[in-house]
């Protein structure tokens, strides 16, 4: 962001000849190697068959130490409607037993048919007992229902522990990171050691998200990690060995190279166009309007913090902000602004939006793809979805998916303008197709990329199709790329804090102008993509989707 | 404090650890009350209840941090 290698503007000629040296002496272009490093490495593994899961923390509810042991699950079909819920579980168990045994029901909307898969999993850090198993047992009626416990008992007699995985994690990117900051010119050893506590400090955010009652209020990693990280630089001050580790801009531009092989295009085609006519069309309206109304209406002086509000209210509210604060080389105070108020407006709109859907009787669909383009993270979405049903749950995280994709292209367009119109000075000659690429963020290179790669290659070569797809995500995506991503941007939270102070976050409200920003916008949005919820599942344009 | 950057501006060191110590405390006290599963009354709770009925996780920031919207 503001404080990047490549924004420094030395002459022309020792610009040019120091061209590629910028490939190992900018963070960007590090961003792209230890990005696409992760990204090979999972390829891979998943191309020779591995069984490589990179270490995440699990949930948890009364025992922290279960966060760092996997669960065990099993798939099982038509679980009794009694034991659907924790509190079937606890009224059906005794307490201990149910605590540890889960039930999950998916839903999902793949090439135009509703599938549901459900599953049941125990927390293995302590091994079913015989006792537990039958304690289960009685409750069930179905023979393949006893057979799938008497599996999950087999599977839990070896906890799997992730603390040896965590560390190697660690020591392997901080490794990667080490590296780079030498071949930067800086000190590895220094930042070593401002590193280690810092990943430690991502581990306590995440343990603190993924605690059971925590993960209902959809107050996620970043907003802890962030809290964490102010804490120390607004009370004691952030020690200059700590400062040494915060290499934030590196944390976030490979986080963003991994968060672009998350993003298929193939989806939407999965998905269907309805979802498309929601979510895109809605967006780039949000987003220019937005941007007029904060630079000309309320003459906001920093543009970077105008579009990176208005990207996070028009796509996905933090991973949008992230993406966008990159791409503009935002201050660190505007992203820490942009993603508080987000956080809170999401968890706002996640209260609000059900009950108001409910009173006015608006139908679920349109319910749903109401708050698919408008709640901001993708979870509340899911969340709110749920309440109204699960078509409402269905067609919202369908449009939310779809809106999700938008970032790759919102981040990459906004670098463009960003280059050639905002950084430029006026009275210059329009800047060359070279010169443009000179300036370009290099890392939103990798971030399209690594999109362009996974979508158009790396699925067809997993068998193409809904078969590739599912491929790519489980396998590539879901066992380590997603997990790595998570880390770098809960690192890069911690960073972002620990460099923030509460007096220049203070100015940056400036009057209050971004909460009105954010709300306007946010309203416009509300309206907008009302309009087309009902253009595209209210029957105005198209019937509703058939789903039963 | 001049090794330090972004602290308050000339803090005696016990007053900055004194702040750094409230802080944290307060900040415990908010996360320990939050684990409780404290819902508001009302519609205003809905959400919150019913995620925490069903395991419902809404932290992810990103689709596919989402257990339901990514294949087994």
């Known amino acids: 962001m503001a404080e990047d290698t490549h924004t420094a503007e030395p002459n022309q000629d020792a610009r040019r000849g120091s061209r590629w040296r910028e490939l190992y002496k900018t963070e960007d272009w590090w961003a792209v190697w230890i990005g696409f490093a992760i990204l090979l490495f999972a390829v891979a593994v998943a191309g020779f068959h591995g069984h490589v899961k990179a270490p995440s923390i699990q949930r948890w509810t009364t025992n922290p130490l279960d966060a760092f042991y996997s669960d065990v699950t099993v798939k099982v079909k038509d679980w009794p409607e009694t034991l659907r819920s924790a509190t079937a579980l606890k009224a059906a168990l005794p307490r201990e037993t149910a605590d540890q045994l889960r039930y999950k029901r998916k839903v999902r909307y793949e090439e135009g048919q509703r599938k549901t898969s459900e599953t049941i999993g125990w927390k293995s850090r302590r091994p079913m007992s015989e006792a537990d198993r039958d304690a289960i047992l009685p409750t069930l009626a179905s023979g393949a229902h006893r057979k799938a416990i008497e599996q999950l008992y087999r599977d839990t007699q070896t906890p799997k522990p992730n603390f040896m995985a965590m560390a190697v994690l660690m020591v392997v990117l901080g490794a990667g990171f080490a590296l780079a900051v030498a071949m930067m010119g800086g000190r590895a050893r220094s930042f070593a050691t401002g590193y280690l506590v810092i990943f430690l400090l991502g581990i306590l955010a995440y343990l603190i998200a993924d605690q059971g009652t925590m993960k209902a209020y959809g107050l996620p990693y970043a907003l802890w990690a962030l809290v964490f990280g102010l804490l120390i630089s607004n009370t004691i001050g952030t020690p200059k060995w700590l400062l040494a580790g915060s290499k934030t801009e590196l944390f976030i531009k490979t986080g963003l190279v991994l968060l672009g092989a998350e993003i298929l295009f193939s989806k939407i085609v999965m998905l269907g166009s309805r979802g498309v006519l929601v979510a895109w069309l809605v967006t780039p309206c949000v987003i220019l309007f937005m941007y007029f109304f904060g630079t000309r209406v309320l003459k906001m002086t920093s543009k970077s913090l105008v579009i990176i509000v208005a990207a996070a209210t028009s796509v996905c509210g933090v991973s949008a902000a992230i993406a966008t604060a990159a791409a503009v080389k935002a201050k660190k105070d505007e992203l820490t602004l942009t993603v508080g108020m987000t956080l809170i407006f999401t968890v706002l709109m996640m209260i609000a939006m059900p009950p108001a859907i409910k009173a006015v009787g608006m139908g679920e669909q349109v319910g749903g793809a109401w708050m698919g383009g408008t709640i901001d993270a993708t979870g509340a979405v899911v969340a709110a979805g749920a309440l109204l049903g699960d078509n409402a749950e269905i067609v919202a995280a369908v449009v939310k998916m779809i809106q999700n994709i938008l970032i790759g292209l919102v981040a990459f367009c906004v670098a463009v303008v960003w280059v050639t119109n905002i950084e430029r000075d006026p009275q210059a000659a329009h800047p060359s197709v070279m010169e443009i690429w000179y300036r370009f963020p290099k890392f939103i290179v990798g971030f399209v990329a690594a999109s362009l790669l996974f979508s158009f290659v790396l699925i067809p070569v997993f068998g193409g199709g809904l078969q590739g797809l599912n491929a790519v995500e489980k396998d590539v995506i879901g066992a380590v790329t997603k997990t790595c991503r998570g880390w770098l941007f809960c690192l890069a939270f911690v960073a972002i804090g620990l460099e923030s102070d509460f007096r220049q976050l203070a100015g940056q409200m400036a009057g209050g102008k971004p909460i009105v920003l954010y709300l306007v916008g946010q309203g416009f949005n509300l309206i907008l993509t009302l309009i087309a919820a009902y253009l595209a599942f209210g029957g105005w344009l198209f019937d509703a989707i058939p789903m039963n | ?72």
């Open chain 2, 1 to 72: 404090m001049s090794h330090r950057i972004n602290g308050p501006e000339k803090p005696t060191r016990l007053a900055a650890w004194t702040r750094f110590a409230t802080g944290t405390l307060l900040l415990g006290g908010l996360i320990v009350t939050l684990m409780q599963g404290y819902t508001p009354p009302g519609p205003a709770g809905d959400v919150f209840r019913n995620n925490q009925l069903h395991d419902i996780n809404a932290n992810p920031l990103f689709y596919t941090d989402v257990e339901s919207l990514v294949p087994d």
